[in-house]
């Protein structure tokens, strides 16, 4: 269990430092977001990646597991256009053994009838890192020149009672923009 503390501290101190090294204009950026859940999804740092063909999205848990019991699961909501407030896309899936995940274009927070997106995206689950990696083809977005990014996950506690949601940093805020 010290092993697992240790990781997750480091990543975050990494995060943390990253966030200060990193202008807002860079191809990546680092957030750190408090133990606050109590849960093994909850949301410990995002690191958002604009490289030249994919941007990627990665976050850093506490204790994350495959049990479907864990209920775990997270969503990147993702801002493509300055000039259009809110998220354009969001990325959604189960973080445990079984789940799946799909990317959909959205118009808001709130968007009650989001429409899949077709083109090439892939999220991956690492147990022993305590991460998953999400990863979207420029392409898929409409190749924008920058996007920001808002994450919130939640899961089941054994009781099955549901945990609250840990967004990094305040609900539907977003990180600075990351330019390509």
Do not use: C
Not at 13 to 31: C, E, K, M
Not at 43 to 61: M, Q, Y
Not at 65 to 88: I, M, N, Q
Not at 113 to 121: A, D, N
């Amino acid at each position: 269990m010290r092993r697992t503390f240790l990781s997750a501290a480091t990543l975050a101190v990494s995060a943390l430092a990253l966030t200060q090294a990193l202008p807002a204009n860079a191809d990546g950026i680092g957030v750190s977001d408090p133990k606050d859940l109590g849960h093994g999804v909850d949301l410990r740092s995002v690191e958002v990646e604009h490289k030249n063909a994919n941007i990627v999205v990665t976050t850093t848990h506490t204790d994350l597991r495959p049990s479907y019991k864990t209920g775990s699961s997270g969503s990147v909501f993702l801002d493509t256009d300055p000039d259009d407030r809110g998220p354009e896309y969001l990325f959604a899936g189960g973080f445990f053994l079984g789940t799946d995940y799909n990317l959909l274009k959205v118009d808001g927070f709130s968007d009650s009838s989001p429409e899949p997106v077709e083109g090439s995206y892939r999220m991956r689950v690492d147990y022993d890192a305590e991460q998953v990696r999400f990863r979207i083809s420029r392409e898929a977005l409409g190749s924008p020149e920058e996007v920001r990014v808002a994450v919130r996950v939640a899961g089941t506690r054994p009781d099955g009672t549901n945990t609250p949601t840990d967004w990094l940093g305040k609900p539907r805020s977003f990180t600075d923009w990351v330019a390509q």
